[in-house]
């Protein structure tokens, strides 16, 4: 067994709806501007006959489980809500076929992508990378993963709300590349593994939450997730 000379840190991990076992975290990919009305709120729309997607992820120790209260983040003031649907991968794949990306799928979570906003567009703005907006401690929410092996979701409302207030509404049809056409792109730039998750992206009417707001959503057919914001440290 290696000695470590501290404690060495854990495997992060989701809860698995109606089995024991835990899923165990490998990576946490998130796909940037996938819904055209995000897109275009965020002042970037995206024309799919010239454009790929793109990425970003956030260390799997971003991990908080829905039904948290986390403290609203530092240096911030501009702290977003992104209600996203996520893919668990289940087995591994290399350069994988659009056509057979189901068969890395495990299951599906409702998910929520909390974001510095104001750091993120400033990032963006200086061409700066956008780890101080989206890598942010307890930022990546995930609801229990619901086992759909081999299914690709390709229909479903996904919606948000702020204390009871609906702020996105909109549908997984809508995703401008979807689940196929992700898992196909995403696996030629890596060798996804068991353990990934890849958070979909979001759709419009992302905004801000101040302490004590109550963020709630789901992803029809899948799960809820849930986010009470506390006070800053
Ligand atoms: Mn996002």
Redesign the pocket.
């Known amino acids: 067994m290696t000695d470590y000379l501290f404690s060495a840190p854990p495997v992060m991990s989701v809860p698995v709806r109606g089995i024991e076992a835990q899923f165990p975290i490998n990576r946490l990919f ?3 501007r ?1 819904y055209h009305a995000h897109a275009v709120e965020m002042g970037r729309p995206v024309d799919k006959s010239v454009e790929r997607p793109f990425y970003f992820t956030k260390a799997p120790q971003t991990l908080t489980p829905s039904g948290a209260t986390v403290a609203y983040p530092p240096e911030t003031g501009n702290y977003h809500f ?1 209600m ?1 649907m996520v893919v668990a991968i289940g087995k591994a794949g290399f350069r994988v076929k659009a056509e057979d990306a189901h068969t890395l799928i495990y299951g599906y979570a409702a998910g929520l ?1 909390m ?1 510095r906003r104001d750091l993120q567009l400033v990032a963006r703005d200086k061409g700066r990378p956008w780890d101080l907006g ?1 890598d942010v401690e307890q930022s990546s929410v995930c609801s229990d993963i619901v086992p759909m092996p081999g299914v690709i979701i390709d229909i479903g409302a996904i919606a948000l709300e702020v204390n009871g207030q609906t702020k996105q509404s909109s549908n997984v049809d809508k995703l401008i590349w979807n689940v196929r056409e992700i898992i196909a792109d995403l696996s030629l730039f890596y060798h996804l593994q068991p353990g990934d998750l890849i ?1 979909t ?2 759709p419009e009417g992302v905004g801000p939450v101040v302490a004590g707001d109550h963020i709630t959503g789901r992803v029809e057919g899948v799960a809820e997730v849930a986010l009470t914001v506390g006070a800053a440290e």
């Open positions: 998130f796909v940037g996938n992104e996203e992508d974001t989206k958070y992206g979001t």
